[in-house]
Structures are given as structure tokens and as C-alpha cells.
């Protein structure tokens, strides 16, 4: 599992850099996002849903952290 950390970045900059990490991975493959934008919450969700993938929000204890576990399957 490849660990994206996008804390700090404004839109569109955490959807981007998932997006650069499954560019580089196997077309098999899942990624832990971490993000302090809130808009991720809508954006990384339609995203994979938008692309087949699985999207899982997962519960932080920092209160402006989001983080999703997105699964990508060949």
C-alpha cells in the first residue's frame, strides 16, 4: 500500500497527487490519502467512483485529518 500525504495542500493538489501515485504504481494497487482539505471528502470519493475503484473513509483521531483507503483493481 503506497502512503499519500497531501496535508496541507489546497484543491485540487490532493486529488492530483493521488492521481500521480496510481500513475507510477501497478495497475493492481491501493493508497492510503491523507488530507487536511476538506473538499477531499467530496472529491476523492466521486473520483473513485467515477474511475471503479473503491474509496473507504477512514476514521482519524485529528480532528482536520481525512484519510481514504482507495483500492484499485486490475
Known amino acids: 500500500m503506497e502512503h499519500v500525504d497531501v496535508s496541507g495542500l489546497p484543491c485540487p493538489m490532493p486529488l492530483l497527487k493521488l492521481k500521480q501515485a496510481m500513475a507510477r504504481s501497478p495497475e493492481e494497487a491501493q493508497f492510503e490519502l491523507w488530507s ?9 470519493p466521486a473520483f473513485c467512483a467515477q474511475q471503479g475503484m473503491t474509496c473507504e473513509e477512514l476514521v482519524t483521531e485529528q480532528e482536520e485529518l481525512y484519510a481514504f483507503r482507495v483500492c484499485r483493481q486490475g
Open 36 to 44: 487536511t482539505d476538506p473538499g477531499s471528502c467530496r472529491d476523492i
